[in-house]
């Protein structure tokens, strides 16, 4: 589905592609979503308002050795934006890792995308795709982003000159960031000597 909107940015910045003159907005549908649903029966006309961006984070080639990654669903989107910024430039060091968590197979947004990015730059990117309803067969990982992955793919920050940056809606069964399975508490145990 592609919808045309016009826009109007409070904000005083936006990442753009340097190889594009549109913004892309990509999106899930989900029944019981609140966003998504409202977003999915918008019609040709039609507007709405935008408010964004958080965060402060701005990459520059050679910021650091590594990166790495933690997407969930929509969370690729400002994702993507790094990592063909980081893998165009030859002269960018760089490697990354992205774990990238999804419902479903067919959630994974951009996934041609990032395996065509693979495919080109296999020596600097790595993925590790998690899905929770996993297809019969699926050699990623299943469920929720676990300290098990983040051990196995990610490269430890306290240790290597290394960053980790994360964005999306993460799910792990607790309802607390302080509870001892959430990301967040994995993450800063991980990296605690």
């Known amino acids: 589905m592609t919808i045309a909107a016009t826009l109007t940015f409070s904000s005083k910045y936006f990442l753009f592609s340097s190889l594009t003159r549109y913004l892309i907005f990509p999106f899930q549908t989900y029944e019981k979503g609140n966003i998504s649903k409202h977003i999915s029966q918008l019609k040709i006309g039609d507007s709405i308002r935008v408010k ?8 520059a080639p050679g910021l650091t050795a590594h990166l790495n990654l933690i997407a969930g669903g929509t969370g690729i989107t400002p994702m993507i934006q790094i990592i063909r910024s980081a893998l165009r430039n030859p002269f960018d060091p760089t490697t990354i890792t992205l774990i990238y968590a999804n419902v479903n197979e067919e959630d994974i947004l951009l996934k041609d995308d990032l395996e065509e990015l693979l495919d080109v730059h296999e020596l600097k990117f790595k ?4 899905l929770n309803n996993p297809p019969p067969g699926w050699k990623g990982g299943v469920g929720y982003v676990t300290k098990e992955h983040i051990k196995e793919h990610l490269t430890n920050p306290d240790s290597t000159d290394s960053k980790i940056l994360i964005c999306g809606e993460f799910s792990d069964g607790s309802s607390s960031p302080h509870h001892p399975d959430s990301l967040s508490q994995v993450l800063l145990l991980w990296c605690l000597p």
């Open 52 to 59: 964004g961006p958080k965060g402060n984070f701005r990459y």
């Open 127 to 130: 993925i590790f795709y998690v």
